[in-house]
């Protein structure tokens, strides 16, 4: 059986897509399938912005980097708004016919499609509707893999089902191990020249999901027991893949395992970023995390208040926070915080207290990347409103994407609320960073500003 794995546009091409590389290794390592991979976002994005990928190689200067990513990222956002309009009018995206032949669906016995992002499903409904015209069976997985688009295919997920969904059409399953050393996971289908990068960054993931699971806004982490991947499999997978920047793309990372990692990245001269909880067990290690290859950390943060801090269940402490940002920017790590304002019951008092937070330690914080709070199916405050001063939830159709969530609150600020308040105050939040705004959508750029 053949099989074809595809990743559709649109997000930024600045980094090898992990999904189709996991997937495919998961896979081969547990059924006898021929596969391959076509990264289609990479494919629009060289031929729709062809300057970008020549001019990224040609910048001497960190400003002259930053500089190309903010003109990309406004042109871009023009272009995905405009496709994604056509998508919803019944429309062909650009570039369609193009890049529909490249999938070649009458080579495959079966195309999977891998939705990350919200944004991908558009493309991937256009794609889709005309696969399913040629009658060519497609299955759909990956967290946004919801909404309309699985009506123009099957849903798998999780790996039992995926599993099972080959070995009824006779595919003949393996005895391996997904994380034996001499398994390690490769992404030579990935050529650098598809990337809008000036090097290669590799994402890397080296656990199954957060070990953590509390964050009552969250659900961002896998329905899975907590596990570990094997810290050769990790070593071998860096070294087969000759990594020289990697982005760690976990939820979270216990102590014990970044000492692990930085024990690996060290003889093998690998840079890294991670995301983490500002916890206090992690004070004491930032020089010796530095001395093996952390750079960046995206911290979350999420307030400056402990009240909304405990209703969210962070499990961290106002005075902890400070002192690890101290303690990560005297190492040489930057800081990158994630600050989510408006969750339910924050005050105007609330919110101002975090910018003054922010203010307070500005000298150990570079880039802040704010949100506001937005409620999601599956997180606690969904499940247990009333504990959140949830009032009402509603829930409104769209043409492609799951329903939109709405919601009322007993006191504090609403979203539109938050959002006035943060355009007064967004000046307050721009003095303070040090690396350029636009990197807040391409976290692992920051490994290359430099």
Not at 11 to 22: G, Q, R, V
Not at 68 to 82: C, D, G, M, N, P
Not at 212 to 226: E, M, N, S
Not at 301 to 327: F, P
Request: aromatic letters at 12%.
């Amino acid at each position: 059986m053949k099989l074809l794995l595809v990743y559709p546009p649109f997000c930024t091409p600045t980094i090898l897509p992990y999904s189709l590389a996991s997937l495919k290794h998961f896979l081969k390592t547990n059924l006898d399938l021929e596969i391959d991979v076509l990264d289609l976002n990479a494919e629009f994005h060289k031929r729709k912005f062809a300057q970008y990928y020549k001019r990224v190689h040609e910048t001497k200067t960190k400003e002259e980097y930053a500089k190309l990513f903010q003109e990309f990222e406004k042109e871009s956002r023009e272009v995905y708004a405009k496709n994604n309009k056509a998508v919803v009018h019944g429309e062909n995206p650009e570039y369609f016919q193009e890049i529909f032949s490249l999938i070649h669906s009458n080579k495959y016995d079966c195309i999977a499609f891998s939705l990350v992002y919200n944004s991908q499903c558009f493309y991937a409904t256009a794609l889709l509707k005309e696969l399913q015209k040629q009658n060519v069976t497609c299955i759909l997985g990956g967290p946004a893999a919801k909404g309309k688009t699985l009506g123009y295919g099957t849903l798998l997920d999780s790996e039992q089902k995926t599993l099972d969904f080959f070995t009824e059409k006779g595919v003949q399953k393996k005895q391996a191990n997904f994380y034996a050393a001499d398994n390690p996971l490769d992404f030579s289908d990935f050529s650098q020249e598809n990337y809008l990068s000036k090097e290669r960054i590799l994402p890397l993931k080296t656990s199954s999901t957060c070990f953590y699971k509390q964050c009552t806004f969250c659900t961002h982490f896998a329905l899975v027991p907590y596990k570990e991947y094997e810290t050769a499999w990790l070593e071998n997978t860096l070294k087969k893949n000759n990594a020289k920047y990697v982005f760690i793309i976990d939820d979270m990372i216990a102590k014990e395992r970044l000492l692990v990692l930085s024990q690996i990245c060290k003889p093998l001269q690998v840079e890294w970023a991670c995301q983490l909880r500002p916890t206090s067990d992690l004070l004491g290690i930032s020089k010796e995390l530095y001395s093996g290859g952390l750079r960046s950390v995206s911290w979350g943060v999420e307030s400056g208040c402990q009240r909304i801090l405990d209703l969210m269940k962070k499990g961290t402490e106002i005075q902890a926070v400070q002192d690890v940002l101290k303690e990560s920017h005297e190492a040489g790590v930057q800081n990158i915080l994630y600050i989510m304002f408006a969750f339910p019951t924050e005050t105007k008092e609330e919110y101002m207290e975090t910018i003054e937070f922010l203010e307070k330690n500005k000298e150990h914080i570079d880039l802040v990347c704010t949100s506001i709070f937005g409620l999601q199916r599956g997180a606690k405050a969904f499940d247990s409103p009333k504990d959140y001063g949830i009032l009402e939830i509603k829930e409104s159709t769209r043409t492609i994407l799951q329903g939109n969530v709405t919601y009322v609150v007993s006191q504090g600020l609403g979203n539109e609320e938050a959002r006035i308040l943060q355009k007064k105050v967004q000046h307050r939040i721009d003095r303070i960073n040090k690396i350029p705004k636009v990197f807040k959508c391409s976290r692992e750029q920051v490994l290359l500003y430099k």
